[in-house]
């Protein structure tokens, strides 16, 4: 059973860099079958998807965080990446990892969630 | 980018009562290619991610008890439990697969009344 787990700081000061890992297990992350996806869950907010990666290297970026995001995959380790930059009090979300096939674009399964705070 | 709009925002209903959650996208996310339309329902339990309830917005997935259901087509969207169970008390989502950005309805609360 495919399962997906989040890992990274807790806490992330104004203006620095959030940087969170999803290690995969139970399957590969390099299949060309599938997508690797970041979504976040801002608190008392609904769900963004913030972008996903292929095992490719191929990424494809929300727009309205294009500018501060950068995805990377490790077929080696079996994770994937996400970097954002230069956040504020507005980043501080539950950061789900989670997966989708091709081209049927939704989201099975999730990681568990990690909650990345912005605060100085 | 596709707006999904979720109605109502919270729903209490009696144990054993019908729930009906309603989803609205800004533009029609049916394929033409494939006649199926591009929507998925989602149910979270705190502290819990979400899990996937419906794709192709009436296909139930595997293990989601027969008690939900999904239709509509178009721009209009309708989740459905028959006979409300304690468990089912979650935050439902719905989501556009049609078009990047992907983008999810503010979500809906079910509470027991």
């Known amino acids: 059973q495919l399962q997906l787990q989040e890992s990274g700081p807790g806490l992330v000061k104004p203006s620095e860099t959030l940087s969170l890992t999803c290690t995969v297990s139970g399957g590969s992350i390099d299949s060309s079958n599938y997508y690797w996806d970041w979504i976040r869950r801002p608190p008392g907010k609904g769900l963004q998807w913030i972008g996903n990666i292929h095992r490719s290297g191929i990424a494809h970026y929300n727009p309205s965080l294009k500018s501060r995001v950068t995805m990377s995959v490790d077929t080696s380790k079996n994770q994937f990446s996400l970097r954002l930059t230069s956040v504020t009090a507005a980043d501080t979300a539950v950061y789900y990892c989670a997966r989708h096939e091709g081209r049927n674009n939704w989201f099975d399964p999730w990681g568990q969630g990690t909650l990345v705070t912005v605060s100085s | 980018d596709i707006v999904m709009t979720q109605s109502p925002d919270s729903l209490a209903v009696s144990l054993g009562e019908r729930a009906t959650i309603n989803c609205k996208s800004s533009?029609?996310?049916?394929?033409?290619?494939?006649?199926?339309?591009?929507l998925a329902w989602y149910q979270q339990k705190p502290g819990q991610p979400p899990k996937l309830l419906f794709y192709w917005a009436s296909t139930r997935d595997s293990g989601v008890p027969d008690r939900f259901s999904a239709s509509g087509s178009g721009t209009d969207f309708t989740l459905t439990i028959s006979s409300l169970q304690a468990e089912d008390v979650a935050l439902y989502y719905c989501?556009?697969?049609?078009?990047?950005?992907?983008?999810f309805g503010q979500g809906t609360k079910l509470e027991i009344k």
């Open positions: 989501q556009q697969c049609y078009a990047t950005p992907f983008t």
């Open positions: 533009q029609s996310v049916f394929h033409n290619s494939n006649n199926k339309n591009s």
